[in-house]
């Protein structure tokens, strides 16, 4: 019996070496995490749909020449932009000043509270949210109103921008009237004054634009 019991328990030890495994490998295994082999890619930033990363859009800053860069003045180049930007701020302003305090009453207002009025709408603070972007291989003035504010891009603003827009919207106000441009807006509608101000064949101060469109919602 005890022969019997020295075999069995001889048997039972071999067993138990066959299907136990070496303790160094069950520790590694042990300490070995599934890995998904997608897992290293969690934290890269996910591509827009519909764009590849080869293709993603890579800005850089605006190329200014010498004009664009020192001129006191704003640029030939820029006019356009620059009177549709004057117009835009115009025509938004004057019509939400009339329609909070005059619409209803149906009265104009007096030419006085027009002068203040497009005094304030021509200070340089008016302009501290335009500048300069490159736009298809070109600088256009991008900010309210214009079309280079909708495309993507790297603007450079500030600076000289604010100054040159409102030493310019004095010159187009002095040359139109105040009074007269508010006028206008009442008599035609505020869409209106772009061609009013900028594209007036009879007046080179008022004519900076010649056949270019404005921006919609001008």
């Not at 067993?15 to 890269?44: R, Y």
């Not at 079309?147 to 827009?165: I, K, N, T």
Request: charged content about 30%; aromatic content about 6%; overall charge negative.
């Amino acid at each position: 019996m005890t022969m019997k019991l020295k075999i069995l328990t001889c048997w039972l030890m071999i067993l138990v070496l066959i299907i136990s495994c070496n303790p160094v490998q069950c520790e590694d295994e042990e300490g070995q995490e599934d890995f998904d082999e997608d897992d290293e890619f969690d934290d890269v930033p996910a591509v827009p749909e519909g764009m590849s990363r080869e293709n993603m859009m890579k800005w850089s800053a605006p190329d200014l020449n010498d004009e664009e860069a020192h001129s006191t003045r704003l640029p030939s180049n820029l006019k356009c932009d620059g009177c549709t930007a004057i117009a835009f701020q115009l025509s938004v302003l004057i019509q939400a000043f009339h329609t909070s305090k005059f619409a209803k009453k149906g009265k104009k207002a007096p030419e006085s509270d027009i002068i203040d009025l497009v005094e304030k709408i021509c200070d340089k603070q008016v302009f501290d949210s335009y500048g300069v972007k490159p736009m298809h291989g070109v600088n256009r003035l991008s900010g309210p109103g214009l079309e280079a504010a909708e495309e993507p891009g790297m603007m450079q603003g500030g600076g000289r921008w604010p100054h040159r827009l409102s030493m310019m919207c004095g010159e187009i106000v002095g040359e139109a009237d105040e009074y007269e441009i508010y006028e206008y807006i009442l008599e035609h509608g505020p869409e209106e004054l772009f061609s009013f101000l900028c594209e007036n064949p009879d007046n080179d101060t008022l004519n900076s634009c010649g056949g270019h469109k404005p921006k919609d919602e001008l």
